[in-house]
């Protein structure tokens, strides 16, 4: 805990390799979750509905507890997994901690609304469809902030490694020249 309270893991060019690969990872996990979402339904709850509750016009039938359970199944863990790694970095930006108690709940209350309003929508009530929608626009946009938290991390981290070697650099030259001056000076 105390290497990364400290930040000892900015410095390793390993550690930031990991969480650039693991970035470019969320990001197409993002972007999958958007189109998923899209090729489905909208951002209107008759959209959400017509999914859950199937429609004669596209002659869908509804989705079936069983189906909604295994999609259900792999979800919780999936996001619980994502999550618990991205607010888990969240942690250690340098936020305020009201922004970052409100990123961290905002993703979780989402991926929780953005799972059970279908289950609401489907064996409920049809009402609960804005929840769905409401729970998709959380849950992405607090997933864009926190890739976004990390992106930006991994940047300052580069940046800041690289003005350290630069200063290293300058500094080897410096003693270098003195070293040389020193040398000139004791031969004449």
Do not use: C
């Not at 650039?20 to 951002?43: E, I, K, Q």
């Amino acid at each position: 805990m105390r290497y990364m309270q400290e930040g000892g893991f900015q410095n390793n060019p390993l550690m930031r390799l990991t969480l650039a690969l693991t970035l470019g990872l969320l990001v197409l996990f993002w972007v999958t979750n958007v189109a998923m979402y899209f090729s489905r339904m909208d951002l209107r709850p008759s959209s959400v509905v017509a999914y859950y509750n199937g429609s004669e016009e596209d002659f869908r039938p509804p989705r079936s507890a069983a189906s909604m359970l295994e999609t259900t199944h792999m979800h919780l863990p999936m996001m619980g997994m994502v999550l618990l790694f991205l607010t888990h970095l969240l942690i250690f930006a340098p936020l305020s901690r009201g922004a970052k108690v409100a990123v961290i709940t905002t993703a979780f209350v989402g991926a929780l609304l953005e799972e059970g309003a279908g289950w609401l929508v489907r064996f409920v009530n049809p009402g609960f469809a804005p929840l769905k929608v409401a729970g998709f626009l959380a849950l992405q946009g607090a997933l864009l902030v926190l890739i976004g938290s990390l992106a930006s991390f991994l940047v300052a981290a580069a940046r800041r490694q690289a003005a350290q070697r630069a200063a290293g650099a300058r500094e080897k030259k410096l003693d270098t020249l003195h070293e040389e001056g020193a040398v000139h000076a004791a031969l004449e």
